[in-house]
């Protein structure tokens, strides 16, 4: 299989740290996604990544259907089929992506020159971020194991550090703080590293 993928893109990072958690191999094809013109849309018709090249000719965009169909053909290992579970999960795996739909437009818009930054729509980023943080903070009792959701978790709060280092989203929440250490630490995490 393909990932069509970015080393610096968190959603990548995802897909990549779920099937190095499942034992799936995966070849990197890097998209240079923002050019124009640019073929990729014979791949992607939304120009996005991750997408997932299958044996079979098809093509799976956007991470959480990538890591759902990793997860789904090796047994369900990190996302419960049904049941009360799956839903836990699936909630955490939505706050991680939370932080990063809110991150990741946040760094384009803070790229542009201060004049012409959007500041209304940089609070609303902010906000989403720390109020998802505060409640990972009150919830961590639910990161515990290896899931859909907790790497997403994991991987929003790298996204965070290797983005805006200089913000300190540690110092009001040390639960979280001292979780997301343990977890950075597990091998998918620290081949699937970002690099500039």
């Not at 014979?42 to 990793?70: F, K, M, Q, T, W």
């Not at 939370?98 to 803070?110: F, K, Y």
Request: glycine share 6%; proline share 7%.
């Amino acid at each position: 299989m393909i990932l069509y993928a970015s080393t610096m893109s968190p959603y990548v990072r995802k897909a990549r740290v779920v099937a190095a958690e499942l034992g799936v191999d995966l070849t990197l094809e890097t998209v240079p996604v923002h050019d124009f013109p640019s073929d990729y849309g014979r791949i992607n018709p939304v120009h996005r990544i991750p997408a997932l090249g299958l044996d079979d000719g098809s093509v799976l965009p956007d991470s959480r259907l990538i890591c759902e169909y990793l997860d789904a053909e090796n047994g369900h290992r990190l996302l419960p089929a049904a049941g009360p579970e799956r839903w836990r999960i699936l909630r955490l795996q939505v706050w991680g992506d939370g932080i990063l739909d809110a991150a990741v437009p946040r760094r384009g818009e803070l790229a542009r020159v201060p004049e012409q930054q959007n500041q209304p729509r940089l609070d609303e980023y902010q906000r989403s971020i720390e109020t998802t943080l505060d409640a990972l903070e009150s919830h961590v009792d639910e990161l515990a194991g290896v899931n859909l959701g907790t790497i997403a978790v994991a991987v929003s709060l790298g996204y965070l550090d290797f983005r805006f280092a200089h913000e300190d989203w540690r110092g009001r929440r040390p639960k979280l703080a001292a979780w997301y250490a343990a977890f950075a630490a597990r091998p998918s995490m620290q081949t699937t590293m970002p690099s500039a």
